[in-house]
């Protein structure tokens, strides 16, 4: 028989075309197998890359309340607290007209810092709506979004501001900045870490300020 | 003989390379050193977290006036401005940038509440690169400054 001198086997002489067909079968077999890996490979990547970014995420709002925590904790006076304050509002919530009212229960309550409003005009909030709602229960209250097209005047979001088991007053927001469009899980955590840390930094600021 | 249709020696797929999303430490010679000038302490410490965390040296001012002479003196890679700030304001101080050699191409990022079309305008004319508005995104800051620093 004739042999081909293309097809060597391995002792130098060659292989029989049936020998040939099952290397090739096996190489067929191999490079099926080795594109399952690449693509087993490639969907964990994937998937990797998918709990990275929601990690990194999580990482970013994390961060976000960290700096909100700190701003409020580190205040030593009352002028320093309500600076804080009103820094979180505007950098971090995107707060652009609110503001910060306190005072005693089932009294109205005395505007101690506001951003984007006439001070004069809001000097004195009588609690109604979602602001009384928010100081009888304790619970914040956001519209559905940033920019809900209230009437002039109607708040989007009350926060109020926890000392223990009391409210001592609420933080009134009448509008955010244009460039917020949506409120996201960020959000929602701010205000519940407002609504427990906001009071008692003021009244820490303002005792440590009575003691030095 | 049969032929394969494909190269068995030739991912069905091209092999996609991945950087790894937090690079190794930079040693601090070669780390880009950024400018923040704004009078917020939250801001400071917002935008400090986001980039120390992707190695860059953050350096800080407090004020527009600050803001000049330690671009002057620091000559940062980017100076990301806040542009209301006591003494001297955002834009103020991006005019005054602009007019020294050392700072005459450094982008300018302004950081502000700010974003309607006048103001960014304004910004403009002043010599600002572009803009980032409140509440930061920490995402869309890295974003912008690597896209300003070619990285």
Redesign the interface.
Known sequence: MKRSPSIAGPAGGADPPGAVRDRLDRCQAELVRVRRSLEAAEAAAGRLAAEHAVLDERCTVLTRLFVAASALQEAGDEPSALRALGEVMVNLAGAREFGVFEGEEGAELELVHSAGIDAQSHARLRPAGEAARALETGESWRADSPHPGFPGGEPVACIPLRVGASVTGVIVVWSFLPQKLAFGAFDLELFALLVNRAGPALRAARLLEACT | ??R?E?D?WQ???P??T?TH?EPMPTPAALRRKILLVDD????H??IR??LNRSDYDVVSARDGHEGVELALAEAPDLILMDVMMPRIGGFEACRRLRGHARTRTTPILMVT?R?EARNVEFGYLNGCSDYI????D??ELLAKVRSFLGE
């Open positions: 003989m049969r394969l494909t068995p991912p069905a797929t092999v996609q991945r999303p917020s302490a939250t801001i410490m917002w977290m986001i509440t974003a508005t409140k509440p930061i920490g995402l």
